[in-house]
């Protein structure tokens, strides 16, 4: 059982950045594929971007790649994403989650978090 809880969302103007973190507690943090997904009002969860367990591959949506960086810490048991250059399309609910294997697919994650909000304004 793995439980996760995201912090850092905020309101940014356009260009901004945020860093979001997602704290875990529970057994065998190190093992779990961690995945960042986002949930606009109105609009299906969608993959942002994902680690695995050790950090050796890393993936990213179209949509922030080259402004989105995913990173783990084992040691302290947390995931980061530090997101720069916002845009407000980027403005939503942000979920980190656990699995047992790197994917972009929100289903095959087994724990999530209960969200971040990020709003960019223009």
């Known amino acids: 059982q793995v439980q996760l809880v995201e912090s850092g969302g905020g309101l940014v103007q356009a260009g901004g950045s945020l860093r979001l973190s997602c704290a875990a507690s529970g057994r065998a943090f190190s093992s779990y594929a961690m995945g960042w997904f986002r949930q606009a009002p109105g609009k299906e969860r969608e993959f942002v971007a994902y680690i695995s367990w050790s950090a050796g591959y890393t993936n990213y949506a179209d949509s922030v790649k080259g402004r989105v960086t995913i990173s783990r810490d084992n040691t302290k048991n947390a995931v980061y994403l530090q997101m720069n250059n916002l845009r407000p399309e980027d403005t939503a609910v942000y979920y980190c989650?656990?699995?047992?294997?790197?994917?972009?697919?929100?289903?095959?994650?087994?724990?999530w978090g209960q969200g971040t909000q990020v709003t960019v304004s223009s």
């Open positions: 989650a656990a699995g047992a294997r790197i994917t972009t697919m929100a289903g095959a994650y087994d724990y």
